[in-house]
């Protein structure tokens, strides 16, 4: 698989990130985004789309990120969901590990981050 068949989900509830995740996605070579602006959105997206990749805000209104992405890999286990946040303390990393987390990216995201993720995930 290239990077520009991939579909990558972006949920966060701030549009600014929203639209900045999305630029750096289509600078690397991804041509397919789709958003959610909180997780119960992303789990139904997830759901409808099956996007390759998730890039997921924890704090979020109506459901967490942490919340959403244990639904996402219990709909699908393989499932590939990053973790982006401000708040990137200790116990948010923990848990988001251990709910299956494939990468944890600090706030601001760069494009050189969003790459190594993506590489990292078709293998290269």
């Keep these: 698989m290239k990077i520009s068949d991939l579909t ?3 949920c966060d509830d701030s549009p600014l990130i929203r639209k900045k995740l999305q630029e750096i996605l289509n600078r690397v070579g991804v ?3 789709i958003f959610a602006e909180d997780g119960e959105l992303a789990v139904e997206m997830y759901k409808k789309n099956s996007p390759d990749l998730v890039f997921m805000d924890i704090v979020m209104p109506k459901k967490t990120g942490i919340d959403a ?3 996402i890999k219990a709909i699908n286990s393989e499932a590939r ?3 982006a946040s401000t708040v990137g303390t ?3 990393l923990i848990k988001a ?4 987390a494939f990468e944890f990216l600090q706030k601001p995201v760069k494009d050189d981050d969003v790459l190594k993720v993506i590489n990292r995930m078709l293998g290269l």
Excluded: T, W
């Design 8 to 10: 990558v989900l972006i």
């Design 31 to 33: 041509n397919s985004v």
């Design 69 to 71: 992405l244990r639904e």
């Design 81 to 83: 969901v990053v973790i």
């Design 90 to 92: 200790q116990g948010n």
């Design 97 to 100: 590990i251990k709910e299956g």
